[in-house]
């Protein structure tokens, strides 16, 4: 493994804030408000504001670690250097479980989004083209990987774009503002808040990719706190256009929210297949830059023998770990071809929120923003608490499995 060439820096500050904008920016916001209308009615506004405010923590650490561990793996090797080998695995085996089972998730909503209606092997047989296609993207090159991602993300922007002002020269109405903000309890907000959370919480894609980012030092943070304020600020405004378009009441029950606020407004009919090509590009830019970030975590892991060593080559002309995106591949698309992942976001959930735990309480050790860091921490362990019990177990069981084989790798070796 020390014979492999490492990867090469090749992406600047707005190539960084482009990778993390098309993982914040993704199905999240074309999907999300749904679910979290449901637990907080206009509340759900609520919930935006305190996802942004952990998120902001989470991304405060994750840009201190970043900026003194420039290389790939993210919390999977600040964990590991701070805290121990054992926190480090912890983190790195939930981000990989739970973002290749992502993968599928995202793959299968593409397919959803871009075949409707089709036979659900059609869909699976696209989902695996999709992934396939990305895969062989990535495998070409991180620059190639930038140059879609930027396609990708000024075409979601752009149908964003569309539905908002389509519902403002609409019927927006500001009384649907007015009520409903506590719908479900105070509880209702926070796990309003986990939902929303989740949907824009990709900048740890920026800190995965570290090895890659010219003048890490400087770039990393810097990318990680511009494009979680673009971010932040595209949700609230999606988010509120929603509300006044169809209220809350209404979001509610929608399965594709974003497409009811905009017939709910009575919004040029055309808009509303402008939503569903935007949600499928979401999804493929989910996909893309999950594909990319899982690549660089499976490399970290494998170069400290967590996973197999054969995962740590690096292709000697593209500079990416080209066995780790392959086998990533080939795992995704067999989970696409043999089970629906499209539930999976509380199983995911779980594993992203113990990541971000694990990155802040490493960043207490640095000694510098630590009252960010503890709430940051304390913000992770509070969502945990706002899961669905089968999703917790799930996780739980998940990680006492890797656990478990770690331990008997070790005692192994020893």
């Not at 709910?264 to 090509?277: D, F, H, K, N, T």
């Not at 590009?281 to 170069?303: C, F, K, P, W």
């Amino acid at each position: 493994m020390e014979d492999q060439p490492g990867l090469a820096r090749r992406l600047n500050t707005t190539d960084a804030v482009v990778i993390g904008l098309g993982s914040m920016i993704g199905a999240g916001v074309f999907a999300a408000f749904g679910p979290a209308a449901r637990a907080a009615g206009a509340g759900l506004l609520i919930g935006l504001a305190l996802a942004a405010v952990i998120a902001y923590c989470n991304a405060t650490s994750s840009a201190q670690l970043a900026a003194v561990y420039p290389t790939s793996g993210g919390t999977y090797i600040y964990g590991r250097v701070r805290l121990g080998p054992w926190w480090g695995f912890i983190a790195g085996w939930g981000f990989v479980i739970g973002k290749t089972a992502s993968c599928a998730a995202m793959a299968l909503t593409v397919a959803a989004y871009a075949v409707p209606g089709a036979d659900v092997w059609v869909q699976r047989l696209v989902g695996i083209a999709s992934v396939v296609l990305l895969t062989t993207l990535n495998y070409r090159g991180v620059t190639k990987t930038a140059m879609l991602a930027r396609i990708l993300l000024a075409c979601i922007l752009i149908a964003l774009a569309a539905v908002v002002v389509g519902i403002a020269l609409g019927r927006p109405d500001p009384s649907q503002l007015s009520g409903s903000w506590f719908r479900g309890s105070i509880y209702g907000v926070l796990q309003s808040a986990g939902l929303l959370f989740f949907a824009f919480a990709g900048y740890a894609r920026i800190a995965t990719m570290g090895e890659e980012v010219r003048d890490p030092a400087r770039t990393i943070p810097r990318a990680i706190t511009i494009a979680l304020a673009i971010a932040v600020a595209i949700y609230l405004v999606v988010g509120v256009a929603a509300l006044l378009a169809a209220g809350p009441e209404r979001l509610a029950n929608a399965v594709a929210p974003l497409a009811e606020a905009v017939r709910a407004a009575r919004a040029p009919a055309a808009l509303v297949p402008v939503v569903s090509v935007g949600a499928a590009l979401a999804s493929l830019g989910a996909l893309l830059a999950l594909i990319a970030g899982l690549g660089r975590t499976t490399l970290a892991m494998a170069r400290q023998r967590d996973l197999p060593g054969w995962l740590s080559a690096v292709h000697p002309t593209h500079r990416v770990p080209h066995h780790a995106e392959l086998a990533i591949g080939v795992v995704v698309c067999l989970l696409v071809g043999t089970v629906d992942l499209r539930g999976v976001i509380g199983f995911s959930s779980f594993g992203v929120l113990i990541y971000y735990a694990i990155a802040n309480a490493a960043a207490y050790t640095l000694h510098r923003r630590r009252v960010v860091n503890a709430c940051g921490l304390a913000g992770c362990l509070l969502l945990v608490a706002t899961l669905p019990w089968a999703s917790a177990a799930a996780g739980l069981a998940v990680f006492a499995i890797g656990i478990a084989g770690r331990a008997a790798v070790s005692s192994r070796r020893a």
